[in-house]
């Protein structure tokens, strides 16, 4: 990889994820600066970096001179997809490097265009529905739809409908989380789930895992993610019947360099794509491929936001989704309410088997809410020899972490 030492790199967007983004830049060398519309107190990457601003993403003009006055070498944004336009635009100001052309991001960040795509390219999506032909008194129990709204992520704004009464009101649910006033409709899906990382270094696009997820359901059809399982049960299926085509749609788009990661549902041997982001997962998959086969798409896009290049060797000569162990990254899910304690995180974090614990929430703050992921108090990644010892492991984790609300009750779910 190149020297990056003493190189100047601005991350845009300072939440608790891209904690991780400052500290791998860090360890390459990298001087780090990051930046919103939010103090230190709130932008947790801010308190790790060397440098950080309190300007709006938004505000162009102020930051393309800033990045030019300061001389940074790169731009970089990774887990919220409200962040991607202003990332592609202040690296077009600024003439630094971007992993994607404005089209791409725009067709990646809208689930109807994406499903289309899809199905342009014999990739296969789950059902939908025409909302201007729809007729509600098909729903039922057993017949369930769910309401997306086409722009907005971290499933906010999903919602079930079970019942011809409820439509309305789910619906106007769904649309309050859209800016665009557009909801997909979609047949309600209860089976497999299985996540995908693929990467793209110079048109290459080659598959970097594939994981089984269990899901965290509220009743109201909000859903998390609570358990990430490597590989999956279904990864010698998936190479043989569908990454070839997924493969070729990227292709088909144009995709030269970067990160993307995609999810869909498993009924028998047929997938059916639902959701992606042209950028890093916030199930950071990059903790585990790092540890499997030394690759690691976090470092990877660091050294693109520099260099223009992923990396100076060849990517796919290195990757493998088939994991040579069984890997778990755990979601700790709390309810919504105040912390007060914490207890056994220290234990945790000093398991031989947990290679990453990082929490979202202090003592004092108040859990997101239900059915998103601002309901994962922390998230924990677990390396096992086999399925026994990565469930005796979890059973530890569980039996000794205590998060409590004010009156003394743990408030963890999951």
Known sequence: MTNLQGKKILILGGNALSVDIVKQAKMLGVYTVVTDWNSIDVSIAKQYADEHWEISLMDYDTLTNKIKEEHIN???TGFT????????TLCERTGLP????????????DKALFKQICRDNDVPTVPEYDIATFDPATIS?????IFKPV?????????????????NEKLAYALSFSTKKQVVIEQYMDCDDVSFEYKIQDGEV??????????YKTKEGGSVTSRLIYPSKYTDI???????????MFKNMGLSNGVLFMQAFVKGEQFYFYEMGYRLSGGRHYIFTDNQNGTNACRE??????????????LSERTNPKFKSICSQLSIICQSKKISDISGWDYIQSLPEVIDATTYYKLGEEIGPQGTTASIFARIHVVASDEEEMTRIINNIKDHLKVLDEIGLNIVIQ
């Open 74 to 76: 790169g731009i970089i």
């Open 81 to 88: 997809d409200s962040y991607l336009i202003p990332y592609y």
């Open 98 to 109: 971007c992993y994607a052309t404005l089209e791409q991001f725009q067709t990646t960040l």
């Open 141 to 145: 129990e057993e017949n369930s739809i």
């Open 151 to 167: 722009d907005n992520s971290g499933s906010r704004g999903i919602c079930i409908c079970r019942s011809a009464e409820t439509y």
């Open 206 to 215: 080659f598959l970097s895992s594939i994981c089984d997820r269990e899901i």
């Open 238 to 248: 998936y190479l043989r019947d569908v990454n070839h085509r997924v493969i070729k």
């Open 301 to 314: 896009l660091i050294h693109f936001a520099i260099t223009g290049k992923m990396s100076d060797d060849k």
